[in-house]
Nanobody
Framework: QVQLVESGGGLVQAGASLRLSCAGS????????MGWFRQSPGKEREFVAH????????YYADSVKGRFTISGDYAKNTVYLEMNSLKPEDTAVYYC?????????????????????WGQGTQVTVSS
């Protein structure tokens, strides 16, 4: 049984920072790509960032580039999302995800359909 559990969400004011963590168990350590997505009420789940373990490549949505940083500790089966300069529009439930897919290109791993395992999410609320 593969499980991903997010933590670190909360209620903060605009301009504040948060660090989200996603701890994997089972075989989550064998994932090739891990990513973060977010979803607000009435909206589709959107890509935030991902990391490709073997080549150390990271990629970010334009909306968070320069403010968010994805990193991980493969040995601890953990991925992080450091969020700085938070804005009210960042308010959402944040989900981590893992993919076992072997192929990688700059145009992949931006869709929820490309991930095999998901956490239950952690709420991030940014007030103005």
């Amino acid at each position: 049984q593969v499980q991903l559990v997010e933590s670190g969400g909360g209620l903060v004011q605009a301009g504040a920072s948060l660090r989200l963590s996603c701890a994997g168990s089972g075989r989550s350590f064998s994932s090739q790509t891990m990513g973060w997505f977010r979803q607000s009420p009435g909206k589709e789940r959107e890509f935030v960032a991902h990391i490709r373990w073997n080549i150390g490549r990271t990629y970010y949505a334009d909306s968070v580039k320069g403010r968010f940083t994805i990193s991980g500790d493969y040995a601890k089966n953990t991925v992080y999302l450091e969020m700085n300069s938070l804005k009210p529009e960042d308010t959402a439930v944040y989900y981590c995800a893992a993919s076992t897919g072997l192929l990688y290109s700059p145009g992949t791993y931006y869709s929820p359909r490309e991930y095999d395992y998901w956490g239950q999410g952690t709420q991030v609320t940014v007030s103005s």
